[in-house]
């Protein structure tokens, strides 16, 4: 599967404050892309996803960004909550290959209250 | 609760030993991933079933294997297990074949080998 990395394995933030985390992925056929949450102990929970056909979608809260020209996903996390912690990962799906969701390694938010 | 069901939670067994971990899909998928997670590590795709036939392997040891049954729940064989074993594994499903409508995952079997 193609690579899909993470620019910062940890990003620590006040709370209230926003969060930007950030996903760069190599392979151009990308066509769908979701970001997940996971809490200690449990599984990955859907957040967010974005087409490629689009740049930007807007959740609760939530806002992912897709850059195509450089191949770069971000998630805001406006007015981080302590409960954000977690890992977030970023997926993408590439149409042309075994057509599955290949994930990064994540990268783990910590709130500071 | 995701709709999908893991069991066992939590599983402890020795080197060399054969393991069986369960998946129930959410009601109305057809499709089931098996994935393993290491200690601070991603999500590694291990095999996908669809309707009771694989549909795509990743990296999957040949110490593994899977079957979907006709009720649609999974299950992952582990054999001849290793310490190196030791992971989260998470079942996911989702309505089709491709992972472009995203997939939900179950909270995951531990497993540790000793």
């Known amino acids: 599967g193609e690579s899909v990395g993470l620019h910062l394995p940890t990003l620590s933030v006040q709370e209230g404050d926003n969060s930007i985390i950030n996903c760069a992925y190599s392979?151009?056929?990308?066509?769908?892309f979701i970001w997940y949450k996971q809490e200690s102990g449990k599984g990955p929970q859907f957040i967010i996803d974005?087409?490629?056909?689009?740049d930007k979608r807007q959740g609760q809260r939530v806002t992912v960004l897709l850059n195509k020209t450089v191949k770069h996903l971000s998630l805001q996390i406006a007015a981080t909550q302590p409960g954000d912690s977690a890992v977030y990962f970023c997926?993408?799906?590439?149409?042309?290959?075994?057509?599955?969701?290949?994930f990064g390694t994540g990268t783990r938010l910590t709130v500071i209250p | 609760d995701s709709g999908v069901t893991q069991t066992p939670k939590h599983l402890i067994t020795a080197t060399g030993q054969r393991v069986t971990l369960r998946c129930s899909p959410r009601?109305?998928?057809?499709?089931v991933y098996w994935y393993q997670q290491s200690l601070d590590q991603g999500l590694q795709f291990l095999i996908q079933?669809?309707?009771?036939?694989?549909?795509a392997k990743g990296n999957i040891l040949e110490r593994f294997s899977a079957q979907q049954f006709p009720d649609l729940h999974s299950e992952l064989n582990l054999s001849s297990l290793e310490l190196g074993d030791s992971a989260l594994y998470f079942c996911?499903?989702?309505?089709?074949?491709?992972?472009?409508?995203?997939?939900?995952f179950g909270s995951g079997t531990r497993l540790t080998v000793v």
């Open positions: 997926a993408e799906h590439d149409q042309t290959g075994a057509n599955n969701l290949f």
């Open positions: 009601s109305g998928d057809l499709s």
């Open positions: 392979n151009s056929a990308s066509d769908y």
């Open positions: 079933y669809y309707n009771g036939e694989e549909r």
């Open positions: 974005i087409r490629s056909n689009m």
């Open positions: 996911a499903s989702s309505v089709g074949t491709e992972g472009n409508y995203g997939y939900t």
